[in-house]
Structures are given as C-alpha cells and as structure tokens.
C-alpha cells in the first residue's frame, strides 16, 4: 500500500512538472519567444522527423513536411493554451500536414489507407515489462523494426510509432489522429500482428543471405 501510495504521489508530481512546462511553452509562444521555438526545435526534431518519416516513407518529403510543421508552430503559436502535452498538438500539426500533402496528390487520406474494416478486439499494453514491439525493438535490430514498420500500413505504423516511440497513452493517439479509442487499441492490435511475422521473415532472410552463419 506504501509503495503505491507512493508511486501515486510521485506521478502526481511529474504530471504537474509537465503541466507548468506545457503552460510555460504556451505562454512564450504567444509572445513569439525566439529562444524558446529554438529549444522546441532542439528538443522535438529528432522524434518529429522520425514520425514523419515513418509516417511518410520518404525521407526528403518528411524533411519539407519537418520545415513546415515549424513554420506552423511559429505562425500559430498562439492557439497552444497549454493544457494538451506540447508533443501531441506538434505531432497533430504534422499530421494533419501529411494529410493535406497526400490530398494533393489525390492520394487516399490515413483513415482511408487501410484495406478492409478493423475489428475492435480490446487490446491493452502491459505497462510493467517489454511490450511486445520493445521485444523486437532491441538495440541490435532496431534497423530491422524500422524496415519492417515501412512495410506495414500507414494508419498501423503510425499508431505504432506514438505509442512506442512516442511513449504516448492511446487516449493521446487518439486525440493526434482524431480516432475514436476503440479504434486506436485495434490498430495496435493488429500493427503488432502485422509486426511480428515480417520482423521473422527479415530475420529470415539476412540468416539465408549469410549462409546462415
């Protein structure tokens, strides 16, 4: 009972560390705070890059979107009030910006990519231990994962990505790609599926082509 008594505490304390950060980065970029839009860049740019280019496959157009999602942030600053994580409205920004660009290029949309209906099989990822995608994800084959996520459709790579990327809850994967939760947990559930089988088959492959040495 102490220890959970404690661990309460302690999550209380860092979601209100996160609270003043989020109201703090509102407030200077209402302001136009140059230093602070440098430290955003500084702080996020690897993992919105990431995002994109999983989300994109192609890695000059993750970089225009990368330049433009900025350019949003600078422009409409103003309309962050800080109660959302600063990351779900920046990935939110980026998405919906690869959404327009497939638009464009009279593309299907996120939502209309995946073939055939999802089930809603309830799915839930263990927070204590591994997930199942961190099993894969090691240090050695992270290489491997990220080919492979590539492979996999748009709308289960990218729920994929934030949840275990990310480290974001599927309340806020649902609030980035404006999906009902249901709808969150069976692309996980069906991404990791997905996952799985191709992860081996590469795996496969590279013991085949080494001659399995």
């Not at 690897?46 to 000059?60: A, I, P, S, V």
């Not at 999802?118 to 263990?126: G, I, L, N, T």
């Not at 480290?167 to 709808?183: F, Q």
């Amino acid at each position: 009972m102490a220890r959970t008594m404690t661990a309460a505490i302690a999550e209380a304390g860092r979601l209100e560390e996160v609270q003043r950060e989020n109201l703090a980065i509102a407030r200077g970029l209402k302001r136009n705070d140059p230093e602070l839009l440098d430290q955003l860049i500084e702080t996020y740019q690897h993992r919105l890059l990431r995002y994109l280019l999983f989300l994109t496959g192609k890695r000059e157009v993750a970089e225009d979107l990368f330049q433009e999602t900025w350019m949003r942030v600078l422009l409409r600053g103003a309309q962050y009030n800080g109660k959302a994580r600063f990351d779900t409205w920046l990935f939110t920004i980026a998405r919906n910006l690869v959404i327009d660009l497939s638009r464009k290029r009279q593309m299907a949309s996120l939502d209309e990519m995946s073939e055939g209906g999802e089930d809603e099989r309830p799915f839930e990822v263990a927070i204590d231990g591994p997930s199942p995608f961190e099993q894969f994800a090691t240090r050695e084959d992270r290489a491997e994962v990220a080919e492979v996520l590539l492979k996999l459709e748009p709308n289960y790579r990218e729920v994929l990505t934030l949840r275990f990327h990310e480290e974001m809850s599927l309340e806020e994967i649902a609030s980035v790609t404006r999906a009902p939760l249901s709808t969150v947990k069976s692309r996980l559930y069906r991404g990791l599926a997905a996952l799985k089988p191709e992860v081996e088959l590469l795996r496969q492959t590279h013991v085949n082509g080494s001659g399995g040495r």
